[in-house]
């Protein structure tokens, strides 16, 4: 199907491209994944290259009520009896040639995950393609009133080292897997160095959270080694937290949760990030818990 379903606007030449991935869907909570990828999209001036033609990896017919089977339809408007739009999941990659860098931006499919990740690898080997990372987040215990944790796994013990070094913390988890985990799988068994980029968000609030891509995109450049302007994304991440903080000291149940929350986070960043830190305290003679 990779033949059928991969369709260019240009093919550059490349040598050593770098691949980043953010996908609505399972790992896109706060809008994380693909708003990190939008950002940087537009912040970097990139152009449309290729796209993935939906055609076999959605689902549009759902059993179920209408309410239900509406979430896989392809949104339409329909004015005064003519169709003005109709939109089905569109999934397009751009090329930044100034950082040799392919975005992709997407919606994690339904169906024929092989031959969706054969389009995103064969790509990626047109482009050569030699590191590739997915951008994600999920539902956490992280406060909004903190940097969210950062998380990753990698394709081999050398790459998530390094991430381990950039201070991403080892993923650890058991349950229904997304396609992000079926990419690192197929990457592992190419010339592929693949690591994913897992935010942890609250779980207590709902909608876009530009903090987390905020500090997501920051992370991504930072090792993409490229510069870009985020004020105008800090400013959305601050009023974002005002307005958070605002709702949550309207209720004293929320006021407690959340300063719980505050206290186990500053534990365990300190149990975590600043371990060095608390061995030179107790040596010199402080008391640390």
């Excluded at 179920?64 to 949104?75: I, L, V, Y």
């Excluded at 590739?132 to 009133?145: I, T």
């Excluded at 510069?227 to 994304?233: F, K, P, R, S």
Aim: glycine share 8%.
């Amino acid at each position: 199907m990779t033949a059928e379903s991969l369709e260019y606007i240009l093919r550059p030449e490349s040598l050593d491209a770098r691949l980043v991935i953010g996908l609505t869907g399972w790992m896109d909570g706060g809008d994380v994944s693909t708003g990190t990828i939008s950002f940087l999209r537009k912040e970097l001036n990139a152009v449309p290259m290729a796209s993935i033609h939906p055609t076999g990896f959605y689902i549009y017919n759902f059993p179920g009520s209408m309410e239900f089977s509406a979430m896989f339809r392809p949104n339409t408007v329909i004015e005064e009896g003519l169709v003005t739009e109709y939109a089905p999941p569109t999934n397009r990659f751009f090329w930044c040639a100034r950082h040799r860098l392919v975005l992709f931006e997407g919606k994690e499919p339904h169906l024929d995950w092989e031959g969706f990740a054969d389009c995103i690898f064969s790509l990626a080997e047109t482009m050569n393609v030699t590191a590739l990372y997915f951008l994600g987040s999920y539902a956490g215990v992280v406060p909004h009133s903190r940097e969210p944790r950062l998380y990753s796994t990698a394709t081999d013990s050398a790459l998530r080292d390094e991430m381990s070094e950039r201070g991403f913390r080892p993923s650890n988890y058991e349950g229904p897997a997304g396609l992000a985990t079926h990419l690192l799988q197929r990457a592992a068994t190419r010339d592929v160095r693949m690591a994913s980029i897992v935010a942890e968000i609250p779980a207590y609030v709902q909608g876009r959270n530009p903090g987390s891509i905020e500090a997501v995109t920051l992370r991504t450049a930072e090792i993409l080694g490229i510069e870009i302007d985020t004020e105008a994304l800090s400013e959305s991440s601050d009023a974002f937290r005002r307005e958070v903080g605002k709702a949550v000291s309207a209720r004293d149940d929320l006021t407690e949760m959340v300063q719980k929350l505050e206290a186990e986070y500053d534990k365990d960043f300190m149990d975590v990030e600043m371990g060095d830190l608390k061995v030179w305290l107790r040596d010199q003679g402080f008391e640390v818990a």
